[in-house]
C-alpha cells in the first residue's frame, strides 16, 4: 500500500486540466500503454511571448500518473516556455507533498512529456528512442534515459534507478548493467549533494520531514533494536518519541541529535528536534 500525501490524493481523485486542446500548438507524448503508463501533453501558447496559455494533458497510468500530470499542467501554465523547461521532475514531486519513492518515475514521464512539447513547438528534432541502445527490455528503457534520469536526480543504486525510470523492475536481467552505468557515471563525477528544496509550503515540509524520518533515520534505527515517533510538527519544531532500546537510553541525547542534524541536511537549517516527555 502506498503512503500517498494529501495532495496527491485529491490531485489523483479530482485532477486539473484533463482533456484535449483541439488544434494544440504543441503535443508531446511519451511512455507507452504497453509499458504501463502513458502520457500526452498539449499546449495552447502565445506566439508573440511563448507564453503557455493553456495545458491540459490526457495520461494511462496509476494515481500517481495521474496526479503528476496534473501537477505539471498546473506548474507550467503561465510560464513562458523557457521558464517551463525550468521545471523539474523533482519540482512535481514537491508541488505534490513528494511521492513514493517506488513511484517518482510518474515524475519523470511529466518531465519528459513538457520536454517533448516544446520541442514539437520549437520543430526541434525528436529524440529516436530506438535508435538508441534499449537496456531493460520489459520497459523499454534505454542507456541515455538512465544516463540522464541518473544524473538529474544524483541516483546511486539500481533500486533509485528503478523507482525513477522502471528500468529493473521486470525480470531483473538488466541490473547488473545498470549497475555498470551508474558505476560508469560516477567514477567519472562524484554525485552532487542534493540542494534542500526551497519554497515549501507548510505541508510539503511535513511531507518531506516524514519522508525522512521514514526513509532515512527510521531503518538505522530499528536496526539497533530501537525507533522514533513522529509526535507533533509544528513549523520548524519537531517533536519526537523514541522507542525500544533508544527510549531511556543514556545516549539518548546523541541519537536526537543525529535525527535533528539529517533534518537539517535534507530538509532546512531551522529544524529543532524535541523529545516528547
Known amino acids: 500500500m502506498w503512503d500517498y500525501t494529501d495532495k496527491v490524493k485529491e490531485a489523483f481523485l479530482r485532477p486539473k486540466n ?7 500548438d504543441a503535443v508531446g507524448e511519451v511512455g507507452s500503454i504497453v509499458c504501463g503508463d502513458a502520457l500526452k501533453l498539449y499546449l495552447r501558447i502565445d506566439k508573440a511571448t511563448e507564453k503557455i496559455l493553456d495545458a ?5 497510468g496509476c494515481a500517481s500518473a495521474i496526479a503528476s500530470s496534473s501537477a505539471l499542467t498546473e506548474l507550467i501554465r503561465g510560464k513562458t516556455l523557457d521558464e517551463a523547461l ?11 507533498g513528494g511521492l513514493p519513492a517506488q513511484k517518482m518515475h510518474c515524475s519523470v514521464m511529466g518531465r519528459e512529456a513538457l520536454e517533448a512539447a516544446i520541442a514539437n513547438y520549437r520543430g526541434a528534432p525528436i529524440r529516436k528512442t530506438d535508435a538508441e541502445r534499449v537496456v531493460c527490455k520489459c520497459f523499454d528503457v534505454t542507456e541515455e534515459k538512465i544516463r540522464r534520469v ?3 536526480n544524483h541516483l546511486t543504486t539500481v533500486d533509485e534507478v528503478t523507482n525513477f525510470t522502471k528500468a529493473g523492475g521486470g525480470c531483473g536481467e538488466c541490473k547488473p548493467e545498470i549497475e555498470n552505468i551508474l558505476a ?7 554525485p552532487l549533494k542534493p ?14 520531514i516524514q519522508e525522512v524520518i521514514e526513509r532515512d ?5 530499528q536496526a539497533d533494536n530501537g525507533d522514533v ?10 517533536v519526537v518519541a523514541l522507542r525500544g532500546i533508544c527510549s531511556g537510553c543514556s545516549m539518548s541525547e546523541v541519537t536526537l541529535k543525529s535525527i535533528q542534524d539529517k533534518l537539517r541536511e535534507l530538509v532546512s537549517d531551522d529544524i529543532v528536534i524535541q523529545e516528547s516527555r
Open 195 to 208: 540542494l534542500k528544496p526551497k519554497g515549501m509550503t507548510n505541508l510539503q515540509k511535513i511531507a518531506l
Open 184 to 190: 560508469a557515471i560516477w567514477s567519472a563525477q562524484p
Open 229 to 238: 515517533e513522529i509526535v507533533d510538527i509544528d513549523g520548524n519544531r519537531v
Open 18 to 24: 484533463v482533456g484535449e486542446i483541439e488544434n494544440a
Open 86 to 96: 525550468a521545471v523539474t521532475n523533482q519540482d512535481i514531486a514537491d508541488f505534490l
Open 150 to 152: 541518473a544524473m538529474d
Open 56 to 60: 491540459r494533458f490526457q495520461t494511462f
Open 217 to 221: 533515520i527510521r531503518p538505522l534505527l
